[in-house]
Structure formats: structure tokens, C-alpha cells
């Protein structure tokens, strides 16, 4: 534990030595949702966005968006604090020296990601405060159902950090694939958008992806949409999932960096 | 300025996943936009005759496609250039490099030279997966948008220039490209009609030469509007390359002398 604070505490001294970047995290989500407000406002009767709430069972579109973005940066964080946290030291030079020090490499990745969900927690905050200012959201919900959705999902994905992480060590490029990755992932899942708009060999593919059920299961104890399954079930599926990303993505880590260790390939960027 | 695109390239061979996006994005982007708009306009069309109200056209798919692929150029221009001297400051390289006697500015044209390489097979990649993938409906006169898109040129270069300097001068580029290309995104009206936007929003919109760029290749790809129709905006993207061109340049001499006098070329 004290290994990986030490990890975290250093994240967090290069955090506030670019001040910069904390405000662009608070910032740059608003200036990403403003087009997607107009976009809703070009499609709606006033404040009503008459089309969606057929889908979904509510007509504010804005509050379905900005609750998905909340969830869509914890993804980034664990997707960006693992795999791009690999490829900064890369080109740095010294993830050769932090690799060969006596700590088991997975705590070095789940630690990259500890200052960045800490650091999340606190700009979602100022986002959401901001889209509330901004956008007159509404977020009437219940707090606790939503908390045992997100919990299991959060945690899956550090399963696939492992394996994303794993993939920028092979590859020694992380921006287009974790870019790509995080993107796709947010398509498929319905992070702006309900899954059933998809078409339908994305929707088998989007059922497939245990954020689905993330989204689909936050939004509906928060603002009361229509689930895909019932909650219950949807949080049974999430800690199924859980279980099956952390055990996979542990498995393909260890297996693509042994190979990079036999190649000798760490030091290279 | 040849020796540094040719550099360019030599990089980009060596991480291969850039062909990966280059060819990936222009269809991957614009698809958050309209799924978006597929899920406003509802199941049986309630949102759709609104849009187009407010659009001029229901043609939404053409519509999104053309303002996300003009503003994903920008896009990795920015990130292109701004971060080409940034990056080298990182790996410790660009002293040396600012040290040769070769023109600094000369080095940063290079760069720019291999950044429109990759914007010509983003445009190709893009233009392809629209008619073939999205199926988008076009009405295209190709002068139209030649002449759009060849006096954006100066305008989106002219910026990456002057972004890379300041890139260097601030040693940040993460931040400075979310800012920039985040005034782009609200008020240029990538995926919206700029019908919806407020007052204030629209007169600023009006200034920004993207807006122009996204409107004339509306117009000539959507409506066939040919160079005589689009003579607003193509004399307003004109004007804007001169000023934009100017500014990089003189934005580059001075963060050049800046960094020299003050020794800040290696620190970062």
C-alpha cells in the first residue's frame, strides 16, 4: 500500500506542475458537450427533446449526456492512467529502471491509475457543477443503486487497463490505441446515445461490453430511463463481467510483457 | 525543410498505428454525432422535420460528416505540429537541432509538410467512407469545394504555426490544443446549425475562419454550390490565410528569440 502512494503522490506533484491541464480537464468536457447541446436543442421543441424521449422516457437529453461523460472519464482514467502512464515513461527512459525495481509491474499500473481517479472524482465534480450551471440539468435519482452499478464496472475496467496497457508495451505507441480503444468503447456502450438506436450486429457487440449495463443502469437509477434489464440483473451481469476483464487482463499482461522482457524491448520507444 | 518532412515520415513509418487512425477516424468521428442525432430524431422521424427547420436540410448525416472531417483537420494539425517541437524538447533532441545551422523556421515547414501528407489521406480515407460506408447523399461541385479547401490551407497552417510556438514558449501542448480546438468545436458549428445558436455565439462563429470552411463545403457538396456562389466565404477564408500565415510566422521569430535570450530551449 505504501508503494503504491508513494506511485500516486508523484502523479500528483506532476499534476500541479502543469496547473494548466487540471483546468482543461474541468474545461475541455464542457467545450465537447456544448455542440452535442446545440445538436439536441436543433432536434427539440424548446427544452424537449421530443425524438429521444421516445427511445429513452425522458426528454432531457443534456442530463442523459453529462451522466454518461461522468462515467466516460473514470473509463479514460483507467484506460489513460495504465496504458499512456507506460509510454510517458517510455519516452522519459525510465520505465527500464522502475521495471527492474523489486515491485510486481502490476502495482506500478494500478498505481498510475490511483492519482487519476483521484484527480477525476474531483474535475467530474466541477463538470458537473458547471453542466448544471450551463445546461440546467437535473439529476433527481437515487444515489445508492447507482453506486453498486458503477463499482463492479469501475474495477472491470482496470481488466482491460491490463490488457491496454500490455498492447502499448508490444506496440510502444499508446495515443492512437488507447485513443481508438477509449472511443470505441464509448460507441459501442451508448455512453451520448441509448444502445437500442445502434445498428443491430452493434447492438449484439454492444451487449457484449460490460459498460453497457454501466450506463444503462446509472442513468436509470439516476434519471429514471428504461433499462435494458432490470436492475438487478444488471448489476449481477457487471460483477460477472467484473470478474471475467480483471481475470483476463491480468492473464494477457503478464503474457505480452514476459515477451517483451525475453525480447528486451522495454527500453525501446 | 525536405530532410525534416523526410524525418517526418521516417517517424511515422516506425509507429505504424498511425495508419490506423489516419484511416480509422474520418468514419470513427462522426459517428458519436450521428448516432446522436439517429437517437434525437427518434424512432419514427418526431425530431427530424425540427433539424431541418433549423438546418436547411434533413440531410443530417451529410450535414455532420462535412463539419466533423473539416474540424478533424484542424485537429491533427494542431496536435501535429503543436506537439512536433514539444515532443523533441521532451526527448531532449531540440537543442541540438535549434543549435545546426539550418533556418528554425525551415524545420517547422518541414513538419507541416509531413502533416499534409497525413491530412491528404485523412481527406481521401474520408471521402471514401462517406460515399461507401455512410452512404452519404452529395450534390457536389468539386470547383466549389477545391477552392474551399485549398484557401483553408494557408489559414489552418498559418494557426498550427503560431500553436507550435506557443507550445514551446509555455511547454504545454496538451492544454493549449484542448483550448484551441475546444473554441473551435462550440462556436464553428461542426454538427449543429448555427440557427440555434445564441446572439452573442453566432457573431462570434462568424469570425472564426473554421465556420467559413464548414459552411462553403456544405455548400459545395450538399447544394453543388460552385466558386461564384461561395465568393463570401471563399474572400473571408482569404483574408484569414494572410492574417493566420503573418501571425505564425511572427508569433515563431519571437518565441524563437525568446527562448534563445532566456536559455529555455531544453528546459521542460
Known amino acids: 500500500m505504501r508503494r503504491l502512494l508513494a506511485i500516486a503522490r508523484k502523479d500528483l506533484l506532476l499534476m500541479v506542475r502543469y496547473p494548466l491541464l487540471a483546468v482543461s480537464r474541468v474545461v475541455e468536457p464542457i467545450a465537447w458537450l456544448t455542440p452535442v447541446y446545440f445538436l439536441g436543442r436543433a432536434f427539440s421543441r424548446g427544452a424537449d427533446a421530443v425524438g429521444f424521449a421516445a427511445w429513452t422516457g425522458t426528454g432531457d437529453y443534456m442530463a442523459f449526456v453529462v451522466v454518461g461523460w461522468i462515467l466516460s472519464s473514470y473509463v479514460s482514467a483507467v484506460l489513460w492512467g495504465m496504458g499512456f502512464a507506460l509510454k510517458t515513461e517510455m519516452d522519459a527512459g525510465v520505465l527500464e529502471s522502475n521495471w527492474l525495481a523489486p515491485q510486481p509491474p502490476a502495482l506500478l499500473l494500478v498505481g498510475r491509475t490511483l492519482a487519476s481517479v483521484l484527480f477525476t472524482t474531483v474535475t467530474s465534480a466541477g463538470f458537473a457543477a458547471l453542466a448544471v450551471l450551463l445546461f440546467g440539468i437535473s439529476i433527481p435519482g437515487r ?58 450486429p452493434l447492438i449484439v457487440l454492444s451487449l457484449l461490453l460490460p459498460l453497457t ?30 470478474v471475467a476483464t480483471v481475470a483476463i487482463g491480468v492473464w494477457g499482461f503478464g503474457r505480452l510483457e514476459r515477451r517483451c522482457r525475453i525480447e528486451g524491448t522495454l527500453a525501446q520507444h | ?96 537541432n535549434w543549435l545546426s545551422p539550418a533556418p528554425r523556421f525551415a524545420m517547422l515547414i ?80 461542426i454538427s449543429f446549425p448555427l440557427a440555434v445558436l445564441p446572439g452573442w455565439m453566432h457573431r462570434v462563429a462568424e469570425w472564426l475562419p473554421l465556420t467559413h470552411t464548414i459552411t462553403g463545403l456544405r455548400a459545395a457538396l450538399l447544394d453543388g454550390a460552385g466558386p461564384a456562389r461561395l465568393v463570401p466565404q471563399l474572400t473571408f477564408l482569404a483574408y484569414s490565410g494572410v492574417v493566420l500565415a503573418a501571425l505564425g510566422y511572427a508569433t515563431f521569430q519571437a518565441v524563437d528569440a525568446h527562448v534563445r535570450r532566456t536559455g529555455a530551449v531544453w528546459t521542460h
Open chain 1, 143 to 200: 444515489l445508492l443503486p447507482a453506486v453498486t452499478i458503477v463499482l463492479p464496472v469501475v474495477v472491470g475496467l482496470y481488466g482491460l487497463g491490463f490488457l491496454m496497457a500490455g498492447s502499448v508495451l508490444r506496440m510502444r505507441d499508446a495515443n492512437t490505441l488507447i485513443d481508438i480503444g477509449n472511443y470505441v468503447l464509448g460507441l459501442l456502450s451508448g455512453r451520448d446515445y441509448p444502445v437500442s438506436i445502434l445498428p443491430r
Open chain 1, 213 to 242: 449495463y454501466g450506463y444503462d443502469g446509472l442513468r436509470a437509477a439516476l434519471l429514471g430511463t428504461r433499462p435494458l434489464v432490470p436492475l438487478p440483473a444488471e448489476i449481477g451481469l457487471a460483477v460477472l463481467f467484473m
Open chain 2, 1 to 96: 525543410m525536405g530532410a525534416v518532412a523526410r524525418r517526418e515520415l521516417l517517424i511515422i513509418r516506425r509507429y505504424p498505428s498511425w495508419i490506423l487512425g489516419v484511416v480509422v477516424w474520418p468514419v470513427l468521428f462522426p459517428l458519436a454525432y450521428l448516432f446522436s442525432s439517429r437517437a434525437l430524431a427518434g424512432p419514427r422521424g418526431e425530431g427530424l422535420s425540427l433539424f431541418a427547420q433549423s438546418a436547411g436540410t434533413a440531410n443530417y448525416v451529410g450535414f455532420i460528416v462535412i463539419g466533423a472531417t473539416a474540424w478533424m483537420w484542424l485537429n491533427i494539425t494542431l496536435w501535429g505540429l503543436g506537439t512536433s517541437l514539444r515532443a523533441e524538447q521532451l526527448r531532449g533532441t531540440l537543442e541540438s
Open chain 2, 110 to 189: 518541414g513538419t507541416a509538410a509531413g502533416e499534409a501528407i497525413k491530412a491528404g489521406v485523412f481527406f481521401a480515407v474520408s471521402v471514401v467512407g462517406s460515399l461507401v460506408i455512410l452512404r452519404v447523399p452529395v450534390n457536389a461541385s468539386v470547383p466549389g469545394a477545391v477552392a474551399v479547401i485549398g484557401l483553408s490551407i494557408p489559414w489552418i497552417y498559418g494557426l498550427g504555426t503560431a500553436f507550435a510556438a506557443g507550445v514551446l514558449r509555455f511547454k504545454e501542448a496538451n492544454a493549449i490544443v484542448y483550448f484551441v480546438r475546444g473554441v473551435f468545436l462550440i462556436f464553428a458549428g
